[in-house]
């Protein structure tokens, strides 16, 4: 099974609608809220080179935020890098 980590804040929609998706495809994730833990947003920044969230990982690969995440499960990609 793929490991899912997501960077976000407790009041980003966009972190809300890329869990919810996960969510909806019975896909567990692991959530790392950056204000919660603020030394974490340092790592992500160093992961990705981004400053906004969410970033989302899929078995250590950066593969962005929630369009991102949108466009992979349109495109029906999701499924692959999670098998």
């Known amino acids: 099974m793929a490991t899912v980590t997501i960077y976000s804040r407790s009041w980003c929609s966009f972190c809300k609608r890329a869990k919810d998706l996960l969510e909806s495809k019975d896909i567990a994730y692991t959530s790392i809220d950056i204000e919660e833990q603020p030394e974490k947003r340092d790592e992500m920044i160093e992961r990705t080179g981004r400053t906004s969230v969410p970033q989302i ?4 690969q950066a593969i962005g935020g929630c369009d991102d995440l949108f466009s992979l499960h349109a495109a029906g990609d999701l499924e692959t890098l999670l098998a």
């Open 57 to 60: 990982f899929i078995n250590d």
